[in-house]
């Protein structure tokens, strides 16, 4: 497959979508959860008969919740309770959430409350810096690593600009499930937490990854050529020859994601979903976007 000979075409296709993901992005912003905004905790055991703890999937509290205004509740298991996280209320309003609580259960089981918490907003900021530090400590390391690994690679590209160009393609799969978030979360009220944050920087790993298994390819066969062939047939032939590997892993890894996207309850369901754009665009940057990148930045070079 000519890849390469396309590079105008795939690069313009990334270029519209990360234009539309920025722009998405920098009209609606993505809708933040309680996680960076504040919000109540409560844990509750639900404990049945025979001093068996019970724990109501996600979905069965949150149309329980139904009606209070709370936006999306998130309840997961914690030790032998239940971890709820939802919007700041008031105390008639957590009384009122309790009730409902006991009314999602038979009733030979006992609710009980052990917990109930303020998340303030500072906190929330707090998160929300680290997670921005996160990321950019991760693409930073990235960048070192890349250079690090391709040091003997000098010609024709010094090694630093394999960093750079993966990076460039890290861009592109951030910003377009970003960009979808930033739709969702206008037009349906979907919104983004610490798993969002835990979601991109898996994409970051996974996308880096499948690019220097490309990257490396084409280092091997620069060492083999020596320079007897022209640097743009050399990526080519590495991405062809790389093609089948990163297709059938990301189709593996989309399988299981689509298990849990429609068969895994509210709380990992975006989560899923988010993986699955990224891995899904990452997989496409690997091949169609960091290679002619590569290429590209060469020819400029060599104009020079």
């Known amino acids: 497959m000519n890849i390469i000979g396309r590079k105008y075409l795939f690069l313009t296709i990334s270029g519209l ?22 919000g109540s905790l409560l844990e509750a055991e639900f404990l049945g008969s025979g001093a068996a703890y019970i724990h109501p999937d996600s979905d069965t509290i949150q149309r329980a919740m139904d009606g209070l205004g709370l936006g999306a509740v998130v309840a997961q298991p914690a030790g032998n309770g239940t971890l709820l996280r939802f919007k700041t209320v008031d105390e008639n309003m957590h009384q009122e959430i309790l009730r409902r609580l006991k009314a999602v259960v038979p009733a030979p089981v006992v609710v009980t409350e052990k917990r109930f918490d303020a998340i303030g907003p500072t906190i929330g900021a707090e998160l929300r810096q680290r997670s921005m530090l996160a990321i950019g400590l991760a693409i930073v390391t990235i960048v070192l690593y890349i250079a690090w690994a391709f040091r003997r ?4 590209l010094q090694s630093w600009k394999y960093g750079v160009v993966a990076i460039a393609t890290l861009v592109h799969d951030l910003a377009i499930p970003t960009g979808l978030f930033a739709v969702l979360g206008h037009f349906r009220g979907i919104e983004v937490d610490s798993l969002f944050i835990t979601a991109l920087l898996t994409i970051m790993g996974f996308s880096v990854h499948d690019t220097i ?11 083999k050529t020596k320079g007897s062939e022209p640097y743009e047939s050399i990526v080519n032939r ?15 890894v989309l399988l299981v994601l689509g298990a849990i996207f429609f068969f895994g309850g509210s709380t990992v369901h975006y989560f899923a979903l988010a993986l699955a754009v990224g891995i899904i665009f990452g997989t496409y940057s690997s091949i169609f976007v960091a290679s002619p990148l590569l290429v590209i930045w060469n020819d400029l070079t060599r104009k020079k």
């Open 17 to 38: 979508l990360v234009l539309g993901g920025i722009a998405a992005f920098a009209i609606w912003g993505v809708k933040e959860g309680i996680d960076f905004t504040g």
């Open 238 to 252: 590495s991405v062809n020859e790389t093609l089948a590997r990163s297709v059938n892993t990301s189709l593996t």
């Open 213 to 223: 298994v490309v990257f490396d390819r084409t280092r091997e066969n620069l060492a």
């Open 153 to 156: 690679v000098s010609k024709p």
